[in-house]
């Protein structure tokens, strides 16, 4: 694709998005059920499209091109995959309008009043895997938050993805909203493109490989928010109650061992080596885990090696770069250190800033590991894998932010949303920064309690 | 300077930020007491450091390499600057903190909390112009707010900045706060050493030209928060009221030209070109005001320009590139155009998205404009000169952001934290995943009204 094509879709993007900044937030709700009725009526041809994804991506599999696993993931007619689709819109639709809420509000002077009130980012590029339902997923949120967006897909679900977004555009074509709200890529070089044009594009979202997000940081000026890894850490503090290590040591390993949630480093409190590790270890054997282990940690589970025979199989040395490496795999790497803040140095240099629990019954230790551990999430006894967007109770989530900055962990709707200050005089002749100063009037910043901007319509 | 260097003071930085998340707020006010009084008793080396800084300056400014107005910036010893400057760090010690704060908290089972809590976002690497107190202010504000920070002032402050941050260093020294949370650097080549470590440091803050901030952006994964330029407008509506807009546009445009919330176009509702535009511009012109006009609004303001003489020389036609121009001058560019969205639409190509300011009389057109201006301040009947972290209430300000992720608009501490999730189980084993789903438990989501964590000490 020419440059010239990416540059009419971001433009047409910006366009459709300040179009939009007038219609109420009620109409961008009648949207995502006009989009639903829409994807029922064209069910059959986008199925359609859907098979041949299928059946391109299945010659991939034979021919050793393509993972088994990713063409499941092709397919959006396998079990309720549909439906759920479908449910999800209206699920969206329900959440509470992220937008127009005041988080700060001030009587500057008498008649002069200030809001800073949630409103729309603009323009977001999403790109993601080729999951054919994050489609709609992606656009309900642009939508139900008041963003522009324009979606990338893996290109296995190419086919699939125009007739999802051809059919959003017809959903949205019996609304106020403009069709081009929701815009569609197909090819790397258009992403490339877009990536240049920061004057249309406000915000990146990459869903994907650790290469992807570096290289979309490297090659754009546009806020970039995503998560580049999740190497998370459990650490067994030396006040630990062993219930609780084994099950939320297990939980966060095997629950779903491919997920960015899921544990790739266990970390012990030295005290604990001869006392908790061992029922903790075996429990990880039991679950047929493999065990990358210093030499501390490797020591103090050495008699329960030689029975039943496969635990030896599942033990081996650690290298260095086992705890650097996020395993997605039934596979932990162990390490023995002397104290919470050691522990707390170590999470800090070798995870990836994502979710990291410690197994304490110490408030005052909790406490250090909570303020000490610089992730997005800090645990005290809770699974790894509760950092989630459903789980932290935000309906959905666009992904996960391992960035500091404007979102972190799990990011819903309320990540979607930026806010602007709006500042109105009823002063018989308005307000100027004049008649303020030494001598002069003097600002009152009296704090105001209001939830929306009163002389908005 | 190699990269060797610039990589030792990132880590640096790093390091006392992670150290320093364990102490508590308390020691930071400490700390800029101590500061205080590390200044005030290097007083006098700093003004001998600040006088050789401005005699190479004013060598500078006689070879005609200078200008006169960067000279006075760089004075530390000129009216009450100092005092002012020290007055400053305990201004800052005493605004709220801006940590520890709980914006969202959720039951999520019985026993299950999740809290979300303003924390620092790590290290800052600040970048700006050649005015000594801003590395005193900066450091303040960086220190108030848990963050480390690394600062590169204009080379021409050079010496100043050096023996201002020993005596920073000074101060930290008597607290538990590290010495190098607080470091500055002298050139150019070691910012662009420092841009590379994205592992190290969490956010550049450049203050200075559109080229400075596009070319770090260019160069870096970091985020980036500031603002590129100050291009403001003012539009008088249809339902404008006359005195309304010669003072909002007389004082947005007069009251401080150079700075970046001073306006520099000035749109005319197609209904009051014959009636509010004649005596605002008469205002504008008694004011010294240049005005580049275009033809319908010159052609309104024909007949004042006969007497007296000097108004024809204010006076004169606009180029296309007028609209596009920060001034920052005693200069106003001038467009007719004939309705609110016509103006909307032109605000959102044209200006740089800082702060924008309608003239009506009318609620439904201010709502209209408010939402529908893509920019961090939309005002009503207020100079545009009000857009301030001052004015707005926030004490101070680091910076004005014209991004719209993070942070928008004026910047004050809040801009300078961001959130981590912290979640603690007080079940009798602890919490995992496993535990729920289709059959099993249900999430409760269950609202908490919770200003801070309760088990962090």
């Given at each position: ?19 939009a ?50 063409l ?5 007619n ?10 999800g ?15 700060y ?62 059919a ?22 258009e992403?490339s493109?877009?990536?240049q ?10 869903r ?28 067994i ?24 949630n ?5 970390i ?28 501390p ?11 039943p ?35 707390i140095?170590f999470?800090?240099?070798h ?8 197994i ?16 997005a ?26 960035g ?20 109105r ?9 004049g ?23």
């Open positions: 694709m020419s440059s010239f094509n990416a540059h009419d879709i971001a433009r047409a993007a910006k366009n459709a998005f300040q179009e900044q007038l219609i109420p937030s009620s109409e961008r709700v009648e949207a995502l059920h006009q989009i639903r009725e829409a994807l029922e009526a064209s069910k059959a041809e986008i199925l359609l499209a859907n098979e041949d994804d299928l059946k391109a991506a299945e010659y991939e599999v034979r021919a050793g091109n393509m993972s088994a696993t990713l499941k993931r092709l397919d959006l396998r079990g309720d995959k549909w439906d759920s689709m479908l449910q819109i209206l699920d969206v639709a329900a959440l509470p309008d992220p937008t127009g809420n005041v988080s509000a001030s009587e500057l002077d008498e008649d002069l009043e200030l809001y800073r009130v949630a409103c729309p980012i603009g323009v977001l590029l999403v790109i993601f895997e080729a999951r054919p339902e994050v489609v709609v997923n992606i656009a309900s949120l642009a939508i139900k938050s008041g963003n522009a967006a324009i979606l990338k897909g893996g290109k296995e679900s190419n086919r699939t993805t125009t007739m999802l977004a051809k959003i555009s017809a959903g949205l074509s019996k609304t106020s909203i403009p069709e081009l709200y929701i815009q569609a890529i197909q090819t790397r070089a992403v493109s877009l990536l044009l920061d004057q249309y594009i406000d915000l990146v979202i990459p994907g490989s650790n290469s992807l997000v570096k290289n979309i940081q490297n090659n754009t000026r546009i806020p970039v928010m995503g998560h580049a890894d999740g190497l998370c850490s459990v650490f503090d030396e006040h630990a109650d062993v219930t609780k290590a084994i099950r939320v040591v297990l939980d966060s390993k095997i629950d779903y061992p491919a997920a960015c899921a544990s790739e480093n266990l012990l409190h030295e005290a604990v080596v001869q006392t908790v590790w061992p029922p903790v270890a075996k429990a990880l054997l039991d679950a047929n885990v493999k065990l990358l282990c210093d030499p940690s490797l020591n103090a589970i050495k008699h329960l090696l030689p029975t025979s496969n635990y030896e199989s599942l033990v081996s040395p650690s290298e260095p770069s086992a705890y650097d490496t996020e395993h997605l795999d039934l596979i932990l790497s162990v390490i023995v250190l002397p104290s919470v803040g050691s522990a140095q999470i800090n240099s995870s990836s800033h994502h979710t990291d629990s410690i304490t019954e110490s408030e005052a230790v909790a406490s250090i590991f909570c303020r000490g551990v610089d992730s999430g800090t645990f005290v006894n809770a699974s790894t894998r509760f950092a989630d967007g459903f789980r932290y109770g935000f309906g959905t989530e666009v992904g996960i932010s391992t500091r900055i404007h979102a972190r962990g799990p990011v819903g709707l309320d990540g979607l949303v930026t806010y602007k200050y709006m500042m005089s009823k002063a018989p002749s308005g307000h100027v920064v008649e303020f100063g030494t001598g002069k009037k003097q600002y009152k910043h009296k704090h105001l309690s209001a939830t929306a901007v009163p002389f908005l319509q």
